[in-house]
């Protein structure tokens, strides 16, 4: 499957700063997901690589021509960060709700797990995976994790680690490299994996093997998730610094959605 023409086929999409987003909620995006994975356990040869956006990486995206290309050949992308459903219900999709790669991937496990999901974890530091992998099987006990590689690896390795992964045969794939390496990297090797699903996740297997804990419920139910993170990882601040140019940008966009939106 290819970006534009698959996003199309999976919903409505709207464009953010030139970037499409898939105007999807959680529910709606398990379903499909697991959908693909059952047809992909019949033989079928449907694959999904998706992205879930925040504005930190829509920015990026801007200067950095790969992972602009990345996100634009994604098949799904999925309104993560707060700011990505704002500038959504202010472009009028006033219901839409934020689909966090952690909601998604663990609502996924939950609905696949009794079919025996095969996962594959790539990313963090050396240890990191496979920690994870000790969590994910304590709390779903019959998905089987296939595989573990950390995130520091060169380039001249990736042939080597895509021939582990295929050999492992996971249907579900997570690459939790950072941004933008983990959308660059899935995006151009995406060709010569022979996994059906292929998800960026951020920080997820550092939350998984409990370096990084995730906000109280009510904080993520108001959006401020982004705060909690940025008070117990003082590091991410200076990516937030973003966050006026992104807000600053969109409105003049969505007020001139011909003229002049989305430059300078």
């Keep these: 499957m ?3 023409a698959t996003r199309q086929g999976v919903g409505r999409t709207a464009k953010i700063l030139g970037y499409p987003v898939n105007l999807i909620g959680l529910e709606e995006t398990v379903a499909l997901l697991e959908k693909l994975l059952l047809a992909a356990e019949e033989g079928e040869k449907a694959r999904l690589r998706v992205v879930t956006l925040n504005p930190e990486m829509l920015m990026l ?3 950095d021509p790969r992972l602009a290309s990345a996100l634009q050949r994604a098949d799904l992308i999925v309104p993560d960060g707060i700011g990505i459903v704002w500038a959504l219900r202010r472009a009028g999709h006033k219901r ?7 909601d998604l991937v663990e609502s996924l496990l939950t609905r696949m797990a009794p079919a025996g999901l095969k996962v594959y974890l790539l990313g963090g530091e050396p240890g990191v995976a496979e920690a994870a992998a000790a969590q994910l099987q304590n709390r779903w006990p019959q998905v089987q994790v296939v595989g573990c590689h950390h995130g520091y690896f060169a380039e001249e390795m990736s042939p080597g680690l895509i021939k ?4 492992a045969e996971p249907a579900l794939l997570l690459a939790g490299m950072g941004v933008p390496r983990q959308e ?9 994996l022979k996994v059906p699903l292929g998800i960026g996740v951020g920080g997820l297997l550092d939350l998984w093997a409990g370096r990084t804990v995730r906000a109280p419920r009510f904080l993520q139910r108001i959006g401020l998730e982004w705060a909690f993170r940025a008070w117990k990882e003082p590091q991410r601040l200076k990516r937030l610094r973003v966050l006026p140019k992104f807000i600053w940008r969109v409105w003049r966009e969505q007020r001139d959605p011909v003229g002049l939106g989305g430059k300078g």
């Design 61 to 63: 995206g801007q200067m």
């Design 96 to 102: 839409q709700q934020r689909v966090t790669g952690v």
């Design 2 to 4: 290819g970006s534009a």
């Design 164 to 167: 582990e992964i295929n050999a």
């Design 184 to 192: 660059t990297w899935l995006a151009e090797h995406w060709p010569a």
